[in-house]
């Protein structure tokens, strides 16, 4: 009996904590976007089942919470200069940028751009590592946040959506890259070409500055990342100093360059859809050294 | 037996098969596995229009009238008189066994050596019509899946779960007689989680007091009400309909969504912790899961029904809510 209503008063309490909180997220979420959360996100073009969910596990109730999180790195620690971003087409779009930093934050800083800053916001889609789905808590963050596994059949069915697919044709190769190879593109993998030929999606490239410094990693231990099944076993040394385990706040720079359109043969040689990705490839490039040369401090 | 199964001697075989082709009623269809909670529910829904012969080693005691039952074992002889008795139009292949507690040999002597003996019939008496419920298990649930798997894509389900591999075994021998002998329209059915009254692992599954979960997974989910399947199965069985289709019910949704829906409890256990406990009922006979099944609550298992929406004309009747509450209807 007594239990029973110490229990009661338990959920009572820890009810109106989850009330408030939820209420305090609301306040801030408002503050930092100048309008109420909930009406910018019914301007976000979804397609969402009966379920409230869409077929892909995006739960806009999810992506409230993951969306805070990010807005305050976007406008508060990173404090992110975003650039051109009106050049992104309504409808579908393939977003193309580097993938540097250790960990994905230039892609949750994307997605907060695309939320906060484009109009009409968007939600962006990404497609993340086979193993990060196999991760408990993980793989169900990223599903609810509206990020998929990286399979083309996924890929396409999400373009056939109208969504904004984010893509880092560098992947692991590009993530991991240890502090004396920053902003040095790596090879692009051919996948999205392909996919933007044959969706007849346009590209946008987009240039992120300021990751490579967040996390200043020293060498990439690929012996170690193997037994661990890992994508990557980079040897950062700030995580030993109390307090480096968080990234530093370096400030992010966003440049969005103009759609690209691209025709052919989805199917034809690598030689020929190559030259296409590199193409891109320059773009991005040349966006990072303008970028870095206009930038005039890395924290600030 | 044999009295009991009407010959029909005023039309000449060549002749019946013929209309059949055009008219969708009609002929006898023979059932296999029909004494199955399934099995049973289809003949409720086929006998009001066709003939229907049942055949399940198991006995069917409240059948309706004008339903013939063959109570014989799909690996006998005496499977061969049922196809010389009748004047089978079609076969609908509901007998695979999907117990888990079966011995290895056993379950692949039923499934895999009763099914070519079926094919073997279905050749030799030029059935037009051969309906395979598969599933969408044969795809198998893996990280590395797409959302939704379109019907070509490959049949991995044995990869971490051999005991599956005779039923991706039955798929791919429906497959091949699909090739071989095109005078017979087969067609291959790849439903998703069936829920209802039929106790197959995702019913009990549901069935759970508290349900158990994977701490950290909560995939996206397709459910089919058994009578959407029912309704499948005779779509499937029309004239002209030939090929493999995957059958879904509702909207996907999460995992916990259905439990929700339930009512139920929810227990989330560690991965890892999870598959230590399943292990150790599993050899203490405690539970009915194998434990490879953990993968279906972690990982997706989702298929594309385009093909069963256009060319099928298949949609499913039941809402969610319907699908989910039917696992608890007409329980004991």
């Known amino acids: 009996m007594r239990t029973g209503a110490v229990a009661r008063g338990a959920s009572g309490l820890l009810g109106r904590l989850f009330g408030s909180a939820e209420q305090a997220v609301d306040d801030v979420l408002d503050r930092l976007l100048g309008e109420s959360f909930d009406e910018r996100l019914a301007r976000v073009p979804m397609a969402l089942g009966p379920a409230g969910v869409d077929p892909f596990g995006l739960d806009p109730h999810?992506?409230?919470?993951?969306?805070?999180?990010?807005?305050?790195?976007?406008?508060?620690?990173?404090?992110?200069?975003?650039?051109?971003?009106?050049?992104?087409?309504?409808?579908?779009?393939?977003l193309v940028a580097n993938h540097s930093g250790q960990v994905p934050l230039d892609g949750a800083l994307i997605a907060a751009a695309m939320f906060m800053d484009a109009e009409p916001p968007r939600i962006v889609r990404a497609m993340v590592e086979k193993w990060a789905v196999t991760l408990p808590f993980v793989s169900l963050l990223f599903t609810r946040v509206g990020q998929v596994v990286g399979v083309p059949e996924n890929a396409t069915r999400l373009l056939a959506q109208g969504e904004a697919l984010l893509v880092f044709p560098e992947g692991a190769r590009g993530i991991s890259k240890t502090f004396d190879r920053r902003y040095k593109l790596t090879e692009f993998g051919l996948g999205f070409m392909r996919?933007?030929?044959?969706?007849?999606?346009?590209?946008?490239?987009?240039?992120?500055?300021?990751?490579?410094?967040?996390?200043?990693?020293?060498?990439?231990?690929?012996?170690?990342?193997?037994?661990?099944?890992?994508?990557?076993?980079?040897?950062?040394?700030?995580?030993?100093?109390?307090?480096?385990?968080?990234?530093?706040?370096?400030?992010?720079?966003?440049?969005?360059?103009?759609?690209?359109?691209?025709?052919?043969?989805?199917?034809?040689?690598?030689?020929?859809?190559?030259e296409k990705v590199w193409l891109v490839k320059q773009t991005i490039q040349s966006m990072l050294n303008r970028g870095l040369k206009e930038r005039k401090h890395i924290f600030w | 037996m044999t009295e009991s199964v009407p010959l029909q001697p005023t039309q000449a075989s060549p002749r019946t098969r013929a209309t059949a082709v055009t008219t969708a009623t009609g002929g006898t269809v023979l059932v296999t596995g029909i004494c199955g909670r399934l099995g049973k529910r289809l003949a409720r829904v086929l006998h009001r229009e066709r003939h229907v012969v049942g055949v399940d080693r198991r006995p069917f005691a409240d059948r309706a009238k004008d339903i013939d039952h063959a109570q014989v074992d799909i690996r006998r002889k005496k499977l061969k008189d049922v196809f010389r008795a009748g004047d089978i139009e079609a076969v609908v292949h509901l007998g695979v066994m999907h117990?888990?507690?079966?011995?290895?040999?056993?379950?692949?002597s039923w499934n895999v050596a009763g099914f070519t003996k079926l094919l073997e019939y279905v050749a030799q008496f030029q059935v037009p019509k051969l309906v395979v419920l598969s599933s969408a298990n044969v795809y198998g649930p893996q990280a590395s899946n797409p959302q939704f798997l379109t019907e070509e894509a490959p049949l991995l389900g044995g990869q971490n779960f051999s005991d599956i591999r005779d039923l991706v075994e039955v798929d791919m021998l429906a497959q091949s007689f699909f090739w071989k002998l095109p005078e017979t329209e087969t067609v291959i059915l790849r439903p998703v989680h069936i829920l209802g009254t039929v106790h197959n692992a995702p019913s009990n599954f549901l069935r759970l007091h508290p349900v158990p979960t994977v701490m950290g997974f909560d995939p996206m989910a397709q459910v089919i009400h058994e009578a959407d399947v029912v309704h499948a199965i005779a779509l499937a069985l029309r004239p002209g309909i030939r090929g493999i289709f995957n059958v879904a019910g509702p909207e996907p949704v999460p995992l916990s969504r259905l439990i929700r829906i339930l009512g139920r409890q929810k227990i989330s256990v560690p991965y890892s912790l999870a598959r230590v406990v399943l292990r150790r009922m599993w050899s203490l006979r405690l539970t009915t899961f194998p434990p490879p099944e953990l993968d279906h609550i972690r990982y997706v298992c989702m298929v594309d029904d385009r093909r069963a929406r256009q060319v099928l004309g298949f949609s499913p009747q039941k809402s969610l809510e319907e699908t989910v509450l039917a696992v608890d209807e007409g329980r004991w």
């Open chain 2, 99 to 108: 117990d888990p507690r079966a011995s290895a040999a056993e379950h692949h």
């Open chain 1, 62 to 94: 999810w992506a409230k919470y993951a969306l805070m999180t990010v807005a305050m790195l976007h406008r508060k620690y990173f404090r992110t200069a975003v650039h051109g971003i009106h050049h992104v087409p309504q409808g579908r779009v393939l």
């Open chain 1, 195 to 274: 996919l933007a030929i044959e969706t007849g999606t346009p590209v946008v490239p987009v240039a992120v500055v300021g990751a490579e410094e967040q996390y200043i990693s020293v060498a990439n231990v690929e012996a170690v990342a193997k037994v661990l099944r890992m994508p990557a076993f980079p040897l950062i040394p700030q995580l030993l100093l109390p307090g480096g385990q968080l990234p530093l706040p370096t400030k992010y720079r966003l440049w969005f360059g103009e759609p690209m359109h691209f025709t052919g043969d989805p199917d034809d040689d690598d030689a020929v859809i190559d």
